[in-house]
Each structure stands twice: as C-alpha cells, then as structure tokens.
C-alpha cells in the first residue's frame, strides 16, 4: 500500500481508558476506502448509561447502520464512545438520539439510521429510533434483526 490511511489515529493500538463522557470521547475517522455505496453496520448489544434520575444503571441494544461519504467512523474509538456513556446520566431519547448526531456530525454519511432497543425500566421496555439523510438507491438494509421485548413469554 502506497499511501497510509491509518497514520492519523491516536487511539487504535494504544492502551486507551474510557472517556469521562460522551462529550469527552474523541471519534477518529477514517478515509472511505471504496468508492461505491455500501452500508456499515455498528452493534452494541450490551450498550449502558444511567438514569438521570435515579443513577440506576440501563441497558440497551444498540444498532447502527449508516451509508458512508467520506469517511468512515473507526472501530475502537466507536466502542471507546459508546463505553463514555457508562457513566453518563441520560435518558433513553437523549443517548440514543445523541450517538446518532454525534456520528453524523464526525463522519457526515449519505444517510443513517440508529435503533435502540433498551431494556425495561419501571417494567416499560422503550425502542427508539432516529434516521437522517437518505438511503442511496440500491443499497441492502436488512432489518435489524432485533426482536421485540417479550419478558418471561
């Protein structure tokens, strides 16, 4: 390889510890490597924050698919992101909703799209969902395979 698109990341392959917040957490990107439109997907099955307002911990599924543009979002400081919301107190809305604009400002993709599916809290489970731009003509989305909240039946 000629050039080296990797030269400018500062956390993949360095002992990194979480963020204190979200706000905190830097999200590296890197160069698209393909011309052509495809879809990423990004899971995070065991995904947790806190409660505002009760500082109990919620956990949640979380799922992202986006069409790049320019770039793409690099794994580790994704994952290094998504673990800043550990200690976060946030609602459900507002960390979902927040990690899709997040993304969208970093990498700004042809389109996106984020599902999260949160566990129970007060015996509601609450899926939330947010979209932005549109999805280029011809790319496969499958569905995001995560199933509704059945509880115990």
Sequence with gaps: MSENRYNDLGQLGQTQGL???PNEAVLERVKNPCSEDYMVRLVAPEFTSICPV????DFAHIVVDYC???WIVESK???LFL???R????????CTTGIAQR??????PKWLRIGGYWYPRGGIPIDVFYSY???PEGVWVPDQGVSPYRGRG
């Design 87 to 94: 200690n976060h107190g946030d609602f459900h809305e507002a």
């Design 19 to 21: 963020p204190k917040s």
């Design 83 to 85: 673990g800043s919301y």
């Design 103 to 108: 993304l969208v400002k970093e990498i700004s």
């Design 54 to 57: 009760t500082g109990q911990p």
């Design 133 to 135: 731009g549109e999805k």
């Design 77 to 79: 400081a994704f994952k």
């Design 68 to 70: 790049p543009d320019d």
